[in-house]
T-cell receptor
């Protein structure tokens, strides 16, 4: 499984874009990049995933660098309810190995 | 649509006792995953099942066992409980298509406290 490096924590003002970086320099060619989040003690929630191209859905955008060694999750207009731990997870198939994520605090 | 259902939501046991957690996946989902999350820790993958067969194994202690039944629900059995087994246990399910990437749907978890 590829190793990831994410900031331990980040703050974001409510209504502003939250940009969460992830380094996954050891990702292999067939591994996707998944992003999940976990709001305090709730079950993790899927956000988005991608392979090479940038992706967007109703929750977020995912920007993957051309060499695929890093990616950025963008929450375009963060709200207080987006306060959570965000996990970047390279993987293939459906097994997910959670590493240490980023605690995002959205502040009013 | 109903999500992944886990029961019980809370469970208190004494050391050396046995506990069983149940997971009911979303309808037509054929793959089930179990995760353990200790206090202040990140979720750790324990084991997964696809079509009633074990498909992957993580850091599951030998004291734990699990299975998936014909209706696709799964049970995690934990014996000789230790204080360190106190954790949130999450179950997740995913739709057919084991080798394709996709999203896992997590339940709300079962909180096990071992005294």
């Amino acid at each position: 499984d590829a190793k990831t490096t994410q900031p331990t924590s980040m703050d974001c003002a409510e209504g502003r874009a939250a940009n969460l970086p992830c380094n996954h320099s050891t990702i292999s060619g067939n591994e996707y990049v998944y992003w999940y989040r976990q709001i305090h003690s709730q079950g993790p929630q899927y956000i988005i995933h991608g392979l090479k191209n940038n992706e967007t859905n109703e929750m977020a955008s995912l920007i993957i660098t051309e060499d695929r060694k890093s990616s950025t999750l963008i929450l375009p207009h963060a709200t207080l309810r987006d306060t959570a731990v965000y996990y970047c997870i390279p993987g293939y198939g459906n097994k997910l190995v959670f590493g240490a994520g980023t605690i995002l605090r959205v502040k009013s | 649509a109903a999500g992944v259902i886990q029961s019980p939501r809370h469970l208190i046991k004494e050391k050396r006792e046995t506990a069983t957690l149940k997971c009911y996946p979303i309808s037509r989902h054929d793959t089930v995953y179990w995760y353990q999350q200790g206090p202040g820790q990140d979720p750790q993958f324990l084991i997964s099942f696809y079509e009633k067969m074990q498909s992957d194994k993580g850091s599951i202690p030998d004291r734990f066992s699990a299975q998936q039944f014909s209706d696709y629900h799964s049970e995690l059995n934990m014996s000789s409980l230790e204080l360190g087994d106190s954790a949130l246990y999450f179950c997740a399910s995913s739709p057919p298509g084991l080798s394709l990437p996709g999203e896992l749907f997590f339940g709300e978890g079962s909180r096990l406290t071992v005294l």
